[in-house]
């Protein structure tokens, strides 16, 4: 079977839709299905065909799906595609609706924005909620897709299925990721941060930058003045930098999943709308701490090294945090979503 993917990665929208694709994409490889990808922009393309799959240039604008509609369809006719899986915020009904008709679709979604005409509906994170889509669709009066909803079914890279069971007793080291495009320019304020307070000369702070950080040079800068400092951008061993830490600082995104997998507790915020309900839900189940939304807060960076300060003096509460958050997912949840999408529109395509 094969299976097209349509992602999109650039510096305002990072680089997660992608990564979860591919994800999703090596789950199906291992299955024996076939794998090619869509894009609309360049930013995308090194990062899918490093991986081994196909990656197609639309040549389109990522911010206006309906402007690729014919050539996509193309695309799929030409790689005799069967199943169209769709990560992208752009989507609209007339986008859906041309596409439903050629081919079965899932999609990747998190917003609730509307009812989506699609065969198979995939939410897989912590705050999922099936009644609320069923009560969206039942609202526009249209029939709900068959659904894939919780974090069992996070799509983490198959590292992440093995992890370490070590329990944090204090903070030595930190890890912290703003996601591949920090267009808030929050790793500078981090650096800016660790640099000056003394509170963390003894402490190792890794800072895990995307390529896309706009701030690279003057965090390199601060780092070469502080040994404790340390700048890893665009990293291949995400898993060994999450266990190493003993709390990571992170946007509450796909990172999150990752976190938890590695049963590590996790200080998260929210840096777009549809970051808020997951960093709450973490917070509310107990594995995370939710310093909030980083873009309605000037003193934001203050606010994260404070509940630093506190949870260095309460390793219980380390210890607890870790173990909620392991409990959350365990790192196979490309290879059950893979198998559902074939059960669920495999059968419909055999049929």
């Known amino acids: 079977m094969t299976v097209a993917f349509r992602a999109d990665a650039n510096s305002t929208i990072g680089q997660g839709h992608v990564m979860r694709c591919l994800s999703i994409a090596d789950a199906f490889s291992k299955k024996g299905d076939f794998c090619v990808f869509a894009t609309a922009e360049e930013t995308a393309v090194e990062m899918i065909e490093q991986r081994g799959y196909k990656a197609y240039l639309l040549k389109t604008s990522f911010d206006n799906t309906e402007s690729e509609i014919g050539e996509l369809i193309d695309f799929l006719s030409k790689e005799s595609a069967e199943i169209l899986m769709i990560d992208s915020y752009y989507v609209t009904e007339k986008y859906f609706d041309a596409l439903n008709k050629q081919i079965k679709t899932v999609y990747l979604d998190d917003v609730y924005d509307f009812a989506y005409n699609v065969d198979c509906l995939v939410n897989y994170n912590v705050y999922a909620d099936r009644d609320k889509y069923i009560d969206m669709y039942k ?59 003394t509170f963390y000369d003894d402490m190792k702070i890794n800072m895990i930058l995307g390529k896309m950080e706009p701030d690279i040079e003057e965090i390199k800068a601060l780092s070469e003045k502080k040994n404790n400092l340390n700048v890893f951008i665009n990293i291949k061993n995400m898993k060994e930098m999450i266990e190493n830490a003993d709390v990571v600082i992170s946007a509450a995104g796909s990172t999150q999943y990752e976190i938890c997998a590695c049963k590590r507790p996790c200080i998260c915020f929210s840096m777009a709308d549809n970051q808020i309900e997951g960093g709450k839900k973490f917070d509310e189940l107990g594995a995370f701490i939710y310093a909030g939304d980083a873009r309605e807060n000037e003193n934001f960076h203050e606010d994260v090294s404070n509940i630093l300060k506190d949870l260095s003096h309460n390793p219980k509460k380390l210890a607890r945090m870790a173990e909620i958050a392991g409990s959350i997912t365990d790192g196979l949840g490309a290879s059950r979503m893979a198998d559902e999408i074939k059960r669920i529109v495999g059968r419909q395509i055999w049929r």
């Not at 808030?184 to 640099?195: D, E, N, P, R, V």
């Open 139 to 197: 609202k526009e009066g249209k029939d709900c897709p068959e659904m894939i909803i919780g974090p069992s079914f996070a799509p983490l890279r198959s590292e992440f299925v093995d992890t370490s069971k070590r329990s944090p007793d204090g903070i030595k080291t930190i890890a912290l990721s703003v996601g591949g495009a920090d267009p808030l320019h929050l790793a500078i304020g981090f650096a800016k941060k660790f640099s000056n307070d």
